[in-house]
Structures are given as structure tokens and as C-alpha cells.
């Protein structure tokens, strides 16, 4: 099997609220990422899909489809917007580093025909980042 | 669908800190040859780049597998304000018995990580220079002590 993954970055804005607690609770809990104002990041998302590689092709999969696919499924929902309110896969969710990789790993894997999607790595900063997988798949070597 | 996705949550830390490779098990002819410059008497020193890798669900009020200013505040407490601006050789207790690598500092971190009460730790990554990084996901028995 071999991994192949692409790089991709676009720039959001979000906040952290949740509207069943308190506005001391939220201050409390969310910190300044509470500010009703919202702020924003640069996002790097990485996409490993994993499988053979085609013997005619050497190709695991299509980078420029899976190119189209990023660009359809994550740039044009999630490139310069704000994640609370312009991103209805996410409404009723707050918008942390986990949540939005799982709702793009629940966006990409339908789509991502060849190969199998194996992580979706979400960086909101160069310090902090949340996986996604597949339970079960796991980490490279950590089956 | 949902619940058959796993999330892990990443965080990145630093400290700096000076080691020496050195073990008394060898002759000094053999610690030089086998260390090289890391023998150096004096020791040397690292920006070190230690990533965090937590497992967990994700609490739906806060959409957070863990508090990340609670993750920080026991990093803070457990590994970098005993490491950072130290001798590892002579300020951590463990390693005057052991080798200062980045492999037995992996296995030290875990150790003093992997009671996070929040989430699961599923691995501790250091980079020893931005060339150098070694990953370690707690299946030594070093790692396991209690």
C-alpha cells in the first residue's frame, strides 16, 4: 500500500460558542476564542489517501481529480468564510479543529473513488492540528 | 458515520535544553567513537519540538476532545518547566542513569504524559532539529511503568 497526500490552505473565520451555556460558562471554557466577533486562521489540511498504484499508470490515484475534488468539496465551502455561519455541514457544531476535519473527512470520502481516504489532517496553526480516521486504520504503524 | 471516526488532537510544544551523550557502561575511547560529538564533556544543546498526539471523543457542548488550555497547563507542568532551560543529564532525575537520547527523552515524556486525565495519549513525537525526530507510541516497557 502506499500513502499519497496533498496540501491545501485556505483562510476562515470562526468562533467558539455554545448558546446552552452561560456567557461566563463560554468565557470560561472557550477563553478568547469566545470574543462574539469571531477570528480567523490560515488552515493547512492534508489528505492521505492510501492504496495501490495503478500498474499502467503508477498512479495511486488522479492527483489533478483529487485536486478537483479539494477545490469543490473544501475550498469553495470553506475558503473565506466564516465556519459558524456560512458552512451548513457545521451548524449546531462548534467549529474546533476536530469537528471541521471530520466533517471534510465526511465530505471527501464519498467522493474519493480511487484509493481509499486514510487521514485528514487539519492544522489551524503550525501548533495544533486534529487527525481523522477511519477507526480501526489508524496511524502508519499503529494499526 | 460518525462513530466510526477516529479524532486524534495535536499540539506542538518546545523547550530548549542541553544534553551529553555519554554512558559509564562504555571506556571513553568507546563512548567517543559511539557518540561522536555528542560526547563532547560539555555537552551541547537543542531546540527541541515535542508533538503531543491525544485520542478521545469529542464532547459535542464544546467540540473539543480536550481542553486545550488544560493540555497545556499539564505539559507546562509535567515536561516543560522541568526540561526547558536545563541539563537534561543533570536536572531530570531519569536520565543520570540513562542515555539523554531524543529516543529514552520520547519515552520520558510518555511516561510523565500518558496520566492526562481528559483524553487517551497515543504517542509523543520529538524533534531533536528540525532533521531529526523520533516517535514513540508507548509499547515499551520503560514507557509502561507505573
Known sequence: MVLLTRKIEFAASHLYHNP???AEENRRIFGKCNN??????????????????????????????????LEREVMQRMDHR????????????IPT??????VIWQLLEPKITQGKLHRVRLYESPDLFADCYRNGAGPAGKP | MSSALKIELGRRYRFSASHRLHTAHLSEEENCRVFGKCNNPHGHGHNYV????????????????ANLADLDAFVERR?????????????????????????????EI??????????KLERI????????????????PEGNRT
Open chain 2, 110 to 119: 510518555f511516561q510523565r504524559l500518558k496520566t492526562f486525565p481528559r483524553a
Open chain 1, 20 to 22: 446552552n451555556l452561560s
Open chain 1, 82 to 93: 466564516h465556519l459558524n455561519y456560512e458552512v451548513p455541514e457545521l451548524a449546531g457544531q
Open chain 2, 50 to 65: 515535542v508533538e503531543v498526539g491525544m485520542s478521545g471523543d469529542v464532547d459535542p457542548a464544546t467540540g473539543m476532545l
Open chain 1, 36 to 69: 462574539p466577533h469571531g477570528h480567523g486562521h490560515n488552515y493547512t489540511l492534508e489528505v492521505t489517501v492510501a492504496g495501490e498504484p495503478d500498474p499502467v499508470t503508477g498512479m495511486v490515484l488522479d492527483l489533478k481529480e483529487l485536486k478537483e475534488i
Open chain 2, 125 to 140: 513525537r520529538v524533534e531533536e532539529t528540525g532533521n531529526n525526530s523520533f516517535e514513540y507510541t508507548g509499547d515499551h
Open chain 2, 79 to 107: 515536561v516543560l518547566e522541568e526540561f526547558d532551560h536545563k541539563s537534561l543529564n543533570e536536572d531530570v532525575p531519569v536520565f543520570r542513569g540513562k542515555v539523554p537520547t531524543t529516543e529514552n527523552l520520547c519515552i
Open chain 1, 97 to 102: 479543529c476536530e469537528n471541521i476535519a471530520r
